[in-house]
């Protein structure tokens, strides 16, 4: 069975880390376009940042950049989602997606066509208390 699975999210404080994962099962991440997307209560999902595995590039949305880091193992076919100094408003359900990479770069049209993505995990909750 294909899919992705995550792990990692929960309740902090703020200025607090988080770490989550999304790890591909039945496929692996050879050549594929990873992003994390968040969804708060009565917003829109919004694409926060992507990597391509094949050579680890990556692209961040300004609200987290320089917050948040994302990484792939691909030894162990896992992207993570490093969240440092967290905010309030980073409280959201958080969703990994997963697709073919085709494009030259990874930018903010990469992150946007990932909506579209094949595969996509199950979300986590991540709260962050003021």
């Known amino acids: 069975q294909v899919h992705l699975v995550q792990s990692g999210g929960g309740l902090v404080k703020s200025g607090e880390s988080l770490r989550l994962s999304c790890s591909a099962s039945?496929?692996?991440?050879?050549?594929?376009?990873v992003g994390w997307f968040r969804q708060a209560p009565g917003k829109d999902r919004e694409g926060i940042s992507c990597i391509r595995t094949r050579d680890g590039s990556t692209y961040y949305e300004d609200s987290v950049e320089g917050r948040f880091t994302i990484f792939s193992d691909n030894a162990k076919n896992t992207v993570f989602l490093q969240m440092d100094n967290l905010r309030a408003e980073d409280t959201a359900v958080y969703y990994c997606?997963?697709?073919?990479?085709?494009?030259?770069?990874?930018?903010?049209?990469?992150?946007?066509?990932?909506?579209?993505?094949?595969?996509w995990g199950q979300g986590t909750q991540v709260t962050v208390a003021s």
């Open positions: 997606a997963a697709d073919k990479a085709t494009a030259r770069q990874v930018d903010v049209v990469t992150m946007i066509l990932l909506v579209t993505a094949d595969y």
């Open positions: 039945g496929f692996t991440f050879d050549n594929y376009t």
